[in-house]
């Protein structure tokens, strides 16, 4: 899911270049684009291949900028498929999500005639499951976070455990693991070497607090 948060009074945030965009699986990208378009919606990027690839995408963009890319693709149990997050060093990052996190890389694809790499990290199939979509632009290794997007979420069934495997392989944990204060939800925040947040929430933990 993507949560939305607004802080009272502040109407207006810098999205900066680091963060890419988040992914939505649909049947038909024409037809949800022509929809959009009917309902006031802004399109960036008109439904086509992609840039390298065969998939057909479109990307739009919603009020607060935050952009939104629709992948085709047949049924799936996730529809809400991926985010992607621009990164300095592909081969340090894609190491410390597998040894740090526990994801899997799903599948790596250069493209040298527009000068990108991606990686796709996740915990299953990616036709099944969401997943981290982690892009290096050739020799671009710092960019502008802004101060909008904030964060992903991550369920573990130990905090204490996770935030070990963090601190050895290389991140910045920056809420030491524990419950949450009122709710005793454990959990703990860190980040990679990248300066991206993540947040892991205790499952048992979490299943409690939504009933």
Not at 28 to 54: N, Q, Y
Request: charged share 30%.
């Amino acid at each position: 899911m993507i949560e939305l948060t607004y802080n009272y009074g502040v109407d207006k945030y810098d999205i900066g270049t680091a963060f890419g965009h988040f992914g939505i699986a649909v049947d038909d990208v024409a037809k949800t684009v022509d929809l959009i378009k009917a309902k006031g919606g802004i399109v960036t990027r008109e439904p086509g291949p992609s840039k390298g690839g065969k998939s057909i995408i479109a990307f739009i963009e919603d009020p607060d900028g935050y952009k939104f890319e629709l992948i085709e693709r047949g049924p799936t149990p996730e529809p809400l498929c991926q985010v992607m997050l621009r990164v300095g060093d592909l081969d340090r990052s894609i190491a410390f999500h597998e040894k740090a996190f526990g994801m899997e890389l799903l599948r790596r694809r250069d493209n040298p005639e527009f000068k990108y790499t991606i990686a796709m990290m996740g915990y299953g199939p990616e036709d099944k499951s969401a997943v981290l979509e982690l892009t290096y632009n050739y020799g671009v290794t710092e960019y502008d976070k802004g101060n909008a997007y904030a964060q992903i979420a991550i369920g573990t069934d130990d905090v204490y455990k996770t935030a070990e495997a963090v601190k050895l392989f290389g991140g910045k944990i920056t809420r030491e693991p524990g419950p949450l204060p009122g709710i005793s939800t454990k959990i703990t925040a860190c980040l990679d070497p990248d300066g991206w947040k993540t947040v892991f929430v205790d499952n048992i933990d979490f299943l409690k607090e939504l009933e």
